[in-house]
């Protein structure tokens, strides 16, 4: 069975009887995967940081017949990420965007352009001054939702095709991950009105660069109700986050 070599984001890491533990991980070459660390507590000296949760860590591992949980050779850390660890503003949105890598990508699957994503997130995060980055969550929300599936469409009518206009009356069919807009196809009758906001908020995830004047949340409702449409439930970090977003 090969050996695989790679970077890691550990988005979890837990306890597993006295001395092991139990990683969980976004690859680069591999996405979410389980790793195996025997007599972890032993090896710390040598592992350090790098098993820690928000570390980015190259790791290396071997591939086996059995995916559960892949034994863990080696792990050496690039990035700790100190200005998120220790600002628990910016870990409660790092926490929930590691919760949506979780739950929302397929395990096993290489996913590079979420990979260099949740590494511009994190670096930017890292490095803002300001601690609240509300703007940097929904993006990175939108951005994980459509990398698994679940793009949001917005530029035309779900019924006619025609382009939204930001003047019209729009309404969201979130089982149906569209936007309905003209009168004809039926936006008034379900309690549409004009979200001038909410459109540009999602062109501006969409645009895939954040700006200085791009504004995401107000996109922030929105896609929260797609992702509990998709997942059927609400996320455990989403509680931090949202009471940290209160006390802002
Ligand atoms: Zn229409």
Excluded at 102 to 112: E, I, M, R
Excluded at 140 to 155: I, N, S
Aim: net charge negative; glycine share 6%.
């Amino acid at each position: 069975m090969a050996t695989i070599t790679t970077r890691a984001f550990v988005l979890r890491s837990i306890k597993y009887g006295e001395a092991d533990r139990i990683l969980h991980v976004f690859s680069e070459s591999h996405g979410c995967i389980g790793l195996f660390v025997k007599a972890a507590a032993k090896k710390s000296r040598t592992l350090g940081a790098a098993i820690d949760p928000l570390s980015l860590s190259e790791i290396e591992f071997r591939e086996t017949e059995q995916r559960e949980l892949l034994p863990l050779r080696s792990a050496e850390s690039l990035r700790l990420f100190d200005g998120v660890r220790t600002d628990l503003e910016k870990l409660s949105q790092a926490s929930f965007w590691f919760d949506l890598l979780l739950h929302l990508t397929a395990p096993g699957v290489a996913d590079q352009e979420l990979f260099r994503l949740t590494e511009l997130c994190l670096a930017a995060l890292d490095e803002s001054e300001h601690g609240w980055r509300v703007d940097l969550t929904t993006f990175f929300e939108f951005h994980t939702l459509r990398c698994a599936g679940y793009a949001l469409g917005f530029e035309a009518c779900l019924g006619c095709g025609a382009s939204v206009d930001d003047a019209q009356p729009v309404c969201f069919s979130i089982s149906q991950r569209a936007v309905v807009h003209c009168q004809r196809c039926g936006a008034q009758e379900r309690n549409g009105r004009p979200m001038p906001r909410v459109l540009r908020a999602l062109r501006a995830c969409a645009h895939g660069v954040l700006e200085p004047d791009d504004d995401c949340r107000p996109a922030e409702h929105l896609l929260r109700t797609l992702l509990h449409h998709v997942l059927g439930r609400t996320l455990k970090s989403e509680a931090l986050l949202d009471e940290m977003s209160r006390s802002m």
